[in-house]
């Protein structure tokens, strides 16, 4: 990005130098300078213009990341699987003789969830990653510096378990999401057009079933708009979409105002694609057989499954929708992003701000007016729970400590070389059609 280039954009954008350079902390001499050629431009400065202004991703900025994930294995052992797979320390797991959908205990941290049926080995040992926890294992994965890819290397691997120990392993669901950020330069993609398109019949889709919901929810005596969802195939379908506005249902859970909730997080919509059993192994298989990047066939799997067309005054189809085009061109720019988050501190802060600080400083000033000190030592007598000591062991256990150590850790191959286009072929027809 050049001086010129600069100048233009604050121009698209339809701001003064003022305005722009008060987005980006400037001085107003100082782009005045940058814009004329008097001062150069740096590498620094032009990425945070493309930060600020949501620049990168293509015609509208989106990025992806896996937002849920769930792998078993037949096997009795959770700790290996711990280990092995996840390469974390099993200590800083908390164990709970309890899990769900028949597994009978569960191992932790934080949103890092490994069950097991001891009794059960064609239930074996399961890891199951939420939205959270999905973030906080791009931890682990940013400390070794893996992504993704690696991990699902790691799951065909073999001897991983020990030499010549062959466990059945079967990835049994992948969720995947794509935010659609807020665009300075061009309109945010209108679910609602799409969701008239379909209804005028201008979609072509390979679902059977498409529904939406909408509408307004009470919440703390406000009324708050749900915003649209958008659904296609049917949940218990192996390949299913869900499209919604995303700001509104940040809005909604904040209990803030949409203009709020987007300047916050600067995202518009959400486009999140659910793979499960089959679909979700053969994503997978997919991804390692061909090279190709997670972001790639997810841009595929949407552009295939759904075709989206204009019309004529008439209602009769004119040509592939424009702006639908936007939206697919866009993904061709994404980016999976790693934003590793280790449990929110931050957030504990945030509940006791809003719920007890004020009863605890009404004691306080209690104690400093009559010479007591009741506060302190109600605080030192109280007896934490079992959650209380779980919260505490995931917001102060180290990076370090969640790691296997250094030489029990494996390896895992960085590429392959395809051999056999027919295998390639197949996985295609099964994952696409």
């Known amino acids: 990005m050049n001086n010129q280039e600069i100048k233009i954009l604050r121009k698209r954008l339809q701001l003064t130098q003022q305005q722009f350079a008060e987005k980006l902390n400037w001085s107003k001499s100082y782009l005045s300078m940058i814009e004329t050629g008097k001062r150069a431009i740096t590498k620094k400065s032009t990425e945070k213009i493309r930060k600020t202004f949501h620049l990168d991703g293509g015609i509208l900025p989106m990025e992806a990341k896996i937002d849920f994930l769930r792998v078993r294995f037949k096997i009795h052992s959770p700790s290996q699987v711990i280990e092995k797979i996840l390469q974390m320390n099993p200590d800083v797991f908390i164990y709970k003789n309890y899990g769900f959908n028949h597994y009978t205990e569960s191992y932790c941290f934080s949103d890092i969830f490994v069950f097991s049926n ?17 973030r906080e294992y791009e931890l682990v994965l940013e400390e070794q510096e893996e992504t993704w890819t690696t991990f699902f290397w790691r799951l065909y691997q073999s001897n991983i378990f020990g030499e010549g120990l062959i466990i059945d392993t079967k990835i049994t669901r992948i969720d995947l999401a794509l935010d659609e950020h807020l665009s300075l330069l061009y309109p945010n993609y209108d679910l609602f057009e799409l969701k008239e398109k379909v209804e005028q019949g201008l979609v072509d889709t390979t679902f059977r079933n498409f529904d939406f919901t909408g509408g307004i929810v009470v919440k703390s005596g406000q009324r708050l708009n749900k915003g649209l969802s958008l659904y296609f195939g049917s949940r218990q379908s192996p390949f299913y979409l869900n499209f919604y506005q995303k700001d509104y249902e940040l809005a909604k859970k904040e209990e803030i105002s949409v203009e709020m909730a987007r300047q916050k997080y600067g995202i518009k919509n959400r486009y999140e694609i659910r793979l499960a059993d089959e679909k979700a192994y053969l994503f997978v298989e997919y991804l390692l057989s061909t090279g190709e990047t997670i972001e790639w066939i997810v841009k595929e799997l949407i552009d295939t499954a759904i075709k989206v067309y204009d ?19 866009s993904m061709q720019e994404l980016r999976l992003t790693m934003k590793g988050e280790k449990p929110n501190y931050d957030k504990a802060l945030r509940w006791l701000s809003n719920y007890l600080a004020p009863t605890l400083k ?7 007016t009559f010479g007591k000190n009741e506060l302190m030592s109600r605080i030192q007598q109280a007896e934490l729970k079992e959650k209380d000591q779980e919260e505490l062991a995931k917001l102060t256990t180290t990076i370090k400590e969640l790691l296997i150590q250094e030489e029990t850790r494996t390896t895992t191959p960085s590429s392959v070389t395809v051999t056999q286009d027919e295998v390639e072929q197949l996985l295609a027809q099964f994952l696409f059609n």
Do not use: A
């Open 311 to 329: 019309c004529d005054s008439n209602g009769l189809r004119t040509h592939y929708s424009q702006n639908w085009r936007m939206v697919i061109e």
């Open 362 to 368: 009404k004691i306080w000033i209690m104690d400093q």
């Open 118 to 134: 001891p009794e059960n080995l064609d239930m074996g040992v399961m890891i199951e990653l939420r939205g959270q926890g999905c």
